[in-house]
């Protein structure tokens, strides 16, 4: 790659004294307005500017340069090369003589820098949570024992058929990271203050570097109503949750002179952090041999009810044929009323029946 002038569609490029123009080449572009550029004084004196931009030679030596034009020329500027491999270094530009293009050197001129920003500040951040990817992984955090020996010491008054509360403290660490990605013509390492939108409060971060945190010493109390001679673990666990999801933001970047630049960015927020905090009790135990408490069960008892129901059964009235004497016996029976079930009543009745006839044949 060789440094070179866009001049009438065509870009002019020198190479041993001698200054061609052509055709197909690639142009130096500022991608998002990201960089923020210029021109620096420069003498060989100066030595190798800080932030030069390169000009993609592989010595690493040649830089993008300019010397401004004379007053006679109509031209403002004509650009060129700083190449520092050769003595104290020198600017070649190219420059008009006559109806051609000629190689020019020269001790001083002007050459292409960045400034690069103090820091940075991102706001204005917008999630695209539908496009965002959770995976969880639940975790024990802790594990601790809660108990209530047999013995009630002190003022502490143990009511009948009542527990007394166990309670203590548990411990573990909680830590996380975030990686907010490099984005484009962004400097890596740059202290960087994110405004999230949900938060009061900002935190600050090295951007394009994946940040962790150790995390804290977290507390949480656990309690648990316990009867004396009786214990119970408790096992507090949480879910260890890795989050990517899209976002675009602001980037303002502040500069030495107190300049501020901002740019819409776009990248994606890798995430880790504990959430999802369970407390998980087991069930209650004796001390002394660590056999499980028993539970009060409820027996449901079912009663049977017998109904003895009253039957009044009408005896019907038999007639017997008559005789040769045409004579004719007629034997009815009375109503009788009885406090019997089904079965003695129908009985009764075929002996009543028994007896009628029985009557009428001796009548005869």
């Given at each position: ?26 142009v ?13 004084q ?66 001083k ?22 496009r ?20 009630v ?15 203590t ?23 960087t ?28 109390t ?12 408790v ?12 976002y ?22 890798q ?59 007629e ?30 044949r001796?009548?005869t």
């Amino acid at each position: 790659m060789l440094v070179g002038a866009l001049i009438d569609d065509k870009c002019y490029i020198s190479l041993a004294k001698e200054v061609r123009g052509y055709v197909r080449f690639d142009v130096l572009r500022n991608v998002q307005n990201s960089a923020r550029l210029q021109w620096l004084q420069w003498d060989q004196f100066s030595g190798r500017p800080i932030n030069a931009v390169s000009a993609a030679d592989d010595s690493g030596k040649v830089y993008v340069a300019r010397r401004r034009a004379d007053a006679t020329s109509r031209q403002t500027h004509f650009m060129g090369k700083l190449d520092l491999s050769i003595g104290s270094g020198r600017i070649v530009t190219m420059e008009p003589e006559g109806s051609r293009w000629i190689e020019m050197d020269h001790k001083k001129g002007e050459v292409l820098v960045e400034v690069e920003p103090v820091k940075y500040e991102i706001k204005d951040i917008s999630f695209n949570e539908a496009r965002a990817k959770v995976r969880q992984i639940t975790r024990v955090l802790a594990t601790t024992s809660l108990s209530l020996e047999d013995v009630v010491n002190g003022n502490d008054v143990l009511p009948p058929g009542k527990g007394m509360v166990g309670r203590t403290v548990t411990y573990w660490k909680d830590p996380s990271s975030e990686y907010w990605g490099h984005g484009r013509g962004m400097a890596a390492g740059l202290v960087t203050k994110i405004n999230l939108p949900d938060e009061s409060k900002s935190h600050t971060i090295a951007w394009g570097v994946n940040q962790t945190w150790p995390g804290e010493d977290a507390a949480l109390t656990v309690e648990a109503k316990l009867l004396p001679g009786t214990g119970q673990n408790v096992t507090v666990t949480g879910n260890h949750t890795s989050r990517e999801v899209p976002y675009t933001a602001t980037l303002v970047s502040h500069y030495k002179d107190g300049k501020n630049r901002e740019r819409r960015i776009e990248g994606i927020l890798q995430k880790i952090s504990l959430c999802g905090i369970t407390e998980i009790y087991s069930p209650h135990y004796f001390l002394h041999d660590g056999s499980l408490v028993p539970m009060t069960t409820t027996t449901t008892t079912t009663t049977t009810t017998t109904t003895t129901t009253t039957t009044t059964t009408p005896v019907p009235t038999t007639t017997i044929e008559p005789d040769s004497n045409n004579e004719v016996i007629e034997q009815k029976t009375m109503m009788m009323t009885m406090n019997t079930s089904g079965a003695d009543a129908s009985h009764l009745h075929v002996t009543l029946l028994v007896a009628a006839v029985a009557l009428a044949r001796i009548g005869t």
